[in-house]
């Protein structure tokens, strides 16, 4: 059975997939199942990469509300694919795409107390804030 917003990657091929709507299947890529990927995000699960890998709510000196990432790597083999920001309900996703060498800043107009954040690292997985 596969949950709204869970996030699965083939092994084989690379495809990364978001479920959108929950099912009873479990989603094939390449002739196999896919992998569900689990969210990191504390000490706990990863002591060395949480810092850089996990999304933080920040507000500039007008007090406008953005997550970020600073000290993770942007180079074409290792980056942040995406970067999305959830409302509590998971009933509104916001996701913005970055690139090698892009800096990583996602603008939000919502209320940071009413949201999460969560990001993809190509080679590390799923952080959430």
Same mark, same amino acid.
């Given at each position: ?22 099912? %009873? ?30 999304? *933080?709510?920040?507000? %500039? %000196? ?31 996703? *916001? ?6 060498? %892009? ?6 107009? *919502?209320?940071?107390?009413? *949201? ?14």
């Amino acid at each position: 059975m596969t949950n709204k917003l869970e996030i699965y990657k083939c092994n084989i091929c690379g495809n990364v997939i978001e479920i959108l709507i929950s099912g %009873d299947g479990h989603p094939v890529c390449c002739g196999e199942e896919m992998e569900r990927l689990e969210v990191k995000n504390d000490s706990f699960n990863s002591p060395d990469l949480t810092e850089k890998h996990s999304p *933080l709510f920040t507000k %500039d %000196d007008k007090g406008k509300s953005y997550v970020t990432i600073e000290k993770h790597p942007m180079t074409k083999e290792h980056y942040i694919p995406f970067v999305q920001i959830i409302s509590n309900n998971n009933n509104e996703v *916001l996701t913005k795409f970055f690139y090698p060498d %892009d800096k990583i800043i996602m603008n939000t107009k *919502l209320d940071e107390e009413k *949201l999460k954040s969560r990001s993809y690292c190509n080679i590390h997985g799923i952080y959430s804030n």
